[in-house]
Structures are given as C-alpha cells and as structure tokens.
C-alpha cells in the first residue's frame, strides 16, 4: 500500500488539535514533500527522518516520490513533534509495518539523527485534548504513544493510556506485521505503558513565620488569600515586601486535581514543567524589563506569557513603577475576566490567566519617603511623577493597597517569630470554603446581580461605605472591590452579614495610593 495515514495533534494555545499525517509514495523523481501550512522546524523533519530511519536499520525509499500532508490545511503546525508520525507513516506506505494496526493511536515525538526520540512541548495538553475528544464523541479514547520526559506529563491525566518509547525501533516493532512479530528482537525496555500518577510529596513553600512584625501586611496577605484578592505593598527597600510574597502560595488552600491540569498544561506548552512540583501552586515573579508580549503572551504561533504562567498561582510583579507603561496596561483585562485572547492575522488563540497579583514599589524614586531615620531627597514633583507611572485604571484593579514599613533594628533582631503558613491557610481554607457554599466562587469575582445578592452587608455598612467613597472619591469599580473585601474579612471573621467594621477595615486598604 503506498498511502498511509497516522495521527498526531498540533497546538494552537492551550488546544491540541486532531491532525492526519497522511503519506503518499509514487513513481517519478525523487522528492520529499511536506505540505499543510508547516513551519520552518518541520519542513527540517525531512532530513531528520531520512537519518533515523537510515540509521535504526530500516529501508528509507528514496528512489521514489514522497509527498506527506498535514491535515488540516488551514492549521499551523510547528516543532518537531510530527518526526515520529511522518517517520511512521513512511514506514507504514512502504510496507514495512502494518498501517492498519495504527488506528486508534496517536503520536509526536522528535527524532534525532540516531533515532532516538526526544520530548515535546505540550505532552499534557495533547492528553487533555484526547481525553475531552473521547467524552465528546463517546468514543474509547486513542493511546498515546511519547517520548520520555513527555509520556511522564500525560500520564497524569486520569484513565489516560499512555506508552513510553525511546526509540523509533521501539515503536516500531508493536507495528510490524502480524508474521514478524515473532522474529523481532527489539528490546522490551524502551517500551512501557505508564499508570496515570497521582500527587507525590506534599507542596514545600517558604513559610511565613520566617516574617517578623509587618501585622498588617500579614493581615492583608491573609485576607488577599481568602478572597483571590489582588495585592500592592508600598514601603521601602529592605522592609520584607519580597520576603512576604514569596510566601503568599503557601496560604493559598492546596490545588485539586483540575487545577493541578490545568496549570501543568500551560508549563509544558512553555516547556517549563516539573513533575517533582506537581500539586504545587506556581510563583512568577519576571524581572521589570519585561516586555508586554512577555507578560501577557504571544509570538508566532502564540505562546502563553507569565500571567498565563501563573495560572492557579501567584504573579509577582516587583518594583511595578519600573515595568514599561505598555505591559502594565495589558494586565487590566486579563485581571477582570482571567483570560487572555492573543489575536494574529492569521490564528486567534486564548490561554487563561486566573492569577493572584502581588505587587510591590517603593514609595518614591530613593525608596526613604516616610522612612523613620532616612531623609528622603526626592521633591514633590519627583515623588507625584514616579507614582504617576501606574495609571488610575490599573490600581481601580486592585484590590488591597497596604504600607509596608521599615522594621527598627530591635524588633528585627530580637523579635518573636511569627504565625506560620499552616495555621493561616486554615483560616483561609474555612473562609474560602464559606464563599464556595454561598455563592460556588471566590469573593473577588462577585459581580453585579450576585454582589447584591451574596454580599449581605448591614444597611450602616453601606451607609458607611457610601459616606467613605464620596469623601474619598472613588469610581464605581473602587467601591465595589472594597465591598467584596469587607465580604471576605467577615468570611475570616465567620460571619454571616458584613457589618461596619468589616468595610472600615477594607476601605484602610485603599488609602495607601490614590488613582
């Protein structure tokens, strides 16, 4: 037979789409063709191919035409995932394995020289894909046939079945036909079926007891936790502004299985998946040169950015003045609707982005603005035009504004060590769990019509409210993100209603800066 057909996928954002490598020999000069819309790397699948299959012993017929289509057209296909299923499908046309056999099973893997294969970017995204494909159709699911390193990563979706091969004569011999089946003497260890693993060891975080003093960036970290609540600490250098962000994961409740998925997904589209850090909520802290496409994502194809990066987890924005004006304003949609849709002429891909922003600056451009035993020696001028570098718009977006002061020598030195991370993810878990049996989402995304209904605060908390936001001249926006953080302090504090001194508490959260 000389057409064969194998499939594979290819990415396009967070989606793995169905593709058919379709393999066509023929009479005529010797060529090989890729089509269907193919990238630079794999139009260089071809000489990847020849060698591997030259080298691991099989025949490569290069005295005939070979034309191999990438189906569909109209998609972009990029790396060198379809090595291993061009590979094949050769092999397949030219009768040197049973092409009928390949039904039912899926491919990618890159191939090197020697035949060895290589992982792939977005291993788990593939299995994510086969799994939701099959309970679409309600047909069995395919098998999945990767590299090491990329099988490891789809074996962590649930009932997935998933083969490890290291070699491209690995795969080959489960394809030979049924009379040589017996004969073949590739060896059994570079095949292997992988059980679908579960989480390992328990998350490691830094703790926060490693934080002394600071009580009400503690306070405010905690009930950022709880809500899903944004974050902007202001104080100046050496405070522990850093130190307290890195902790925030630790007080996040542990992830489920589905956000574990989701988030691994988006680190091995990055090529940044660890599965010794499966289960564990991600940190993202780029340094302040970062570009807008770096933040948000893109690329040709698009590639997720940090704050898809930071899915499920924190995004960790130091000294925020110093980011150029363009990426900070990129981040207000994505922190309103927790996605992001990257648009190109040609493809539109969407990668979410549901991250908590923990941002830090200094006060002024010498960092000593209302520093106890340092002079600040930036004029006014100066100091109005640094905090005019983050627009009114991108700090209406968050939620928590809360000073962070120097601490004296005394109380840094001789100070008691403070609560530890677990005894404030307790708190955070019960408060989380409260929103969850109250309105089946977190207290930051509460909303128009389910504000009203959900918030439950006593008729002098909103007079109060109400009086605070004139006085103060808040927006719309300003004022309702303190009413869903007076709605989580009560959450802490197990009550029911939200009542004045919760709202006086939240609105002491966005004093610090003024849009």
């Known amino acids: 037979m000389s057409l064969s057909v194998v499939h594979s996928r290819a990415l396009l954002g967070l989606d793995a789409r169905a593709v058919r490598v379709e393999v066509h020999l023929a009479n005529g000069l010797p060529s090989f063709t890729l089509v269907g819309l193919v990238d630079t790397e794999v ?28 189906a569909p057209a109209d998609l972009p296909k990029d790396s060198g995932r379809f090595d291993l299923p061009i590979a094949l499908g050769i092999l397949a046309a030219s009768g040197q394995i049973d092409g009928t056999r390949l039904e039912g099973w899926e491919f990618a893997g890159e191939l090197s020289l020697g035949g060895e294969l290589r992982p792939v970017r977005g291993a788990l995204a593939m299995s994510l894909a086969l799994h939701r494909d099959a309970i679409r159709e309600s047909e069995k699911r395919a098998r999945l046939v990767l590299p090491p390193g990329s099988a490891e990563e789809a074996a962590l979706v649930a009932d997935a079945e998933v083969y490890r091969a290291k070699h491209l004569l690995d795969v080959v011999a489960h394809f030979l036909p049924e009379s040589q089946q017996e004969a073949s003497s590739t060896d059994e260890t570079g095949w292997a079926r992988l ?46 502004k850093s130190m307290l962000a890195q902790r925030f994961a630790g007080l996040l409740p542990p992830m489920d299985t589905t956000e574990a998925l989701e988030s691994a997904a988006v680190a091995s589209l990055a090529g940044r998946f660890d599965i010794g850090r499966w289960g564990q909520r991600p940190t993202c802290a780029p340094h302040h040169s970062a570009s807008a496409v770096a933040l948000v994502g893109g690329g040709s194809p698009p590639r997720p950015g940090e704050i898809s990066l930071a899915h499920h987890g924190v995004l960790f924005l130091d000294e925020l003045p110093e980011f150029p004006r363009a990426a900070l304003e990129a981040l207000r949609e994505p922190l309103e609707s927790g996605h ?24 002024c451009p010498c960092g000593f603005l209302g520093h106890p035993t340092r002079t600040c020696r930036d004029t006014p001028d100066q100091v109005a035009r640094y905090q005019g570098k983050l627009s009114g718009p991108l700090l209406d977006r968050i939620d928590l504004h809360v000073e962070v002061p120097a601490l004296p020598p005394g109380e840094l030195l001789d100070g008691q060590a403070g609560e530890n991370s677990a005894a404030v993810r307790g708190r955070v878990a019960n408060a989380r769990q409260r929103a969850w049996e109250r309105q089946g989402h977190a207290n930051q995304t509460l ?49 029911g209603t939200v009542g004045v001194s919760h709202v006086a508490e939240a609105v002491q959260y966005r004093r610090v800066l003024r849009p």
């Open 43 to 70: 139009k260089e699948a071809r000489e990847r191919v020849r060698s591997a299959i030259a080298n691991a012993g099989l025949a490569f017929p290069s005295n005939q035409r070979i034309t191999v289509n990438l």
């Open 195 to 240: 059980q679908a693993a579960g989480p390992g060891t328990e998350p490691r975080y830094p703790d926060l007891a490693d934080v002394k003093g600071q009580a009400p960036a503690r306070r405010a970290l905690e009930i950022a936790a709880a809500g899903g609540h944004s974050l902007l600490m202001v104080g100046p250098p050496g405070s522990g």
């Open 447 to 495: 909303s128009g019509q389910s504000l009203d209904a959900h918030v439950q605060a006593e008729p002098s908390a909103l007079k109060f409210l109400n009086t605070a936001a004139a006085r103060l001249g808040w927006s719309a926006r300003s004022t309702h993100r303190a009413l869903r953080v007076a709605r989580t302090i009560a959450d802490l504090a197990g009550s």
């Open 340 to 363: 992001i849709r990257i648009s190109r002429a040609a493809v539109q891909s969407e990668f979410p982005a549901r991250f908590q922003l923990i941002a830090a600056m200094n006060p």
